[in-house]
T-cell receptor
């Protein structure tokens, strides 16, 4: 149980285009979802916390107009990287939690590798 | 920085040896979690230890937590080549604005040589 999927698993796009990444909880309802990014050989950095039906809470330094997050249902959150540039190339990972706090465990998706040319 | 720190950054051992990784953090925590990540892949949750626990075991894994020193260690016994991966600690804590989140350590890259 508690499976989280992400789509696509990898994407290559041209500079200036927008890319949407989906995060789905497959067998549970996720009140809270989290988006992270990870640069090569580095740790995960939390970008934003998303609660279903409300606006996402972004971490300091993360541009909310650049990284649009929508958590429209209890099983789906999307991250849209708008007007992507090469410096946005990264590994994006989502996770889902069963309650509004973290609960005990976050369930992680497999990640999406974004390469912007 | 709120980020935890791990040492060593890289560790290379022979199969059968034990591997110990350490994690230090800065704030009071609800729990501390260890994850494994194979190169370029997703995260695998290994073990969670709550702030009122001192030691926890899971198979070949042993985790300790010292809240007075704000540190934790992960011991992998009788290592295997398949244990080769990056290992991260993550602390679950409350932050300003009633904001609860996971903060990640920098990770330890473990190489187990056959």
């Amino acid at each position: 149980g508690a499976v989280v999927s992400q789509h696509p698993s990898w994407v290559i796009c041209k500079s200036g285009t927008s890319v949407k990444i989906e995060c789905r909880s497959l067998d549970f309802q996720a009140t809270t979802m989290f988006w992270y990014r990870q640069f090569p050989k580095q740790s995960l950095m939390l970008m934003a916390t998303s609660n279903e039906g409300s606006k996402a809470t972004y971490e300091q330094g993360v541009e909310k107009d650049k990284f649009l997050i929508n958590h429209a249902s209890l099983t789906l959150s999307t991250l849209t990287v708008t007007s992507a540039h090469p410096e946005d190339s990264s590994f994006y990972i989502c996770s889902a939690s069963l309650d509004r706090g973290l609960g005990d465990t976050q369930y992680f998706g497999p990640g999406t590798r974004l390469t912007v040319l | 920085s709120q980020q935890g720190e791990e040492d060593p950054q890289a560790l290379s051992i022979q199969e059968g040896e034990n591997a110990t990784m350490n994690c230090s953090y800065k704030t009071s925590i609800n729990n501390l979690q260890w994850y494994r990540q194979n190169s370029g892949r997703g995260l695998v949750h290994l073990i969670l230890i709550r702030s009122n626990e001192r030691e926890k075991h899971s198979g070949r894994l042993r985790v300790t937590l010292d809240t007075s020193k704000k540190s934790s260690s992960l011991l992998i016994t009788a290592s295997r080549a398949a244990d080769t991966a990056s290992y991260f600690c993550a602390t679950d804590a409350w932050y300003a604005g009633n904001n609860r989140k996971l903060i990640w350590g920098l990770g330890t890259s473990l190489a187990v040589n056959p």
